[in-house]
C-alpha cells in the first residue's frame, strides 16, 4: 500500500477511535472524556451517536426511576412498602437492561473501531518490512 495512503489511513482511524482510549487521564472528569467521545462519535458516524445518545438517555430514565422508588420506599410505612417493592424489582430490571444495551453498543463500536486501527498496523507493518528490503537492496549497492 503506499506509505501516504496508510498514513492517511492511520490518521483518520486515530481520528474516529474512541476518545477515552486516546485521551490521556490528566484529571479532565468523566464528563470532559464523555464529550470528546459524543464529539468523535458524532464527526465518524451521526447514527451511532444518536444511537448512544438515546441508550444513554433510557439508561439515565431508567436509574432515575429506581431513585425515586427507592425514596418512596424509605419513606413509606410497612404496608406501603409492600407494595413499592415489585415496582422497585421492575424499575431495577429496567435499569440493568437498558444499562446492558449501553455496553452492548459499546462493546460493538469499539470492536469495529479496534479491527480498523488492527488492519492500518498490519499496513503499516506491510510497509515497514517493503521499507527494510529496500534497505537492505540498497546496502547491498553501496558494497557493490
Not at 431508567?62 to 424489582?89: C, D, I, T
Not at 479491527?115 to 521499507?131: C, G, N, P, S, W
Not at 537492505?136 to 549497492?141: A, D, K, N
Amino acid at each position: 500500500m503506499d506509505r501516504p495512503l496508510v498514513l492517511l489511513l492511520a490518521a483518520t482511524l486515530l481520528a474516529t477511535a474512541p476518545a477515552a482510549a486516546q485521551a490521556p487521564r490528566t484529571g479532565g472528569g468523566p464528563d470532559e472524556e464523555t464529550r470528546a467521545y459524543l464529539e468523535s462519535l458524532r464527526r465518524s458516524d451521526p447514527a451511532a451517536h444518536d444511537r448512544f445518545v438515546a441508550l444513554r438517555a433510557a439508561r439515565d430514565r431508567s436509574l432515575a426511576e429506581v431513585a425515586r422508588l427507592q425514596q418512596e420506599v424509605r419513606a413509606a410505612g410497612p404496608n406501603m412498602r409492600q407494595l413499592l417493592l415489585p415496582q422497585l424489582r421492575m424499575a431495577r430490571r429496567q435499569y440493568v437492561d437498558s444499562a446492558l444495551e449501553l455496553l452492548d453498543f459499546l462493546d460493538v463500536h469499539d470492536r469495529k473501531a479496534l479491527a480498523e486501527l488492527q488492519k492500518t498496523i498490519a499496513e503499516i507493518h506491510d510497509v515497514l518490512a517493503e521499507r527494510q528490503r529496500a534497505r537492505v537492496e540498497l546496502e547491498t549497492l553501496r558494497r557493490e
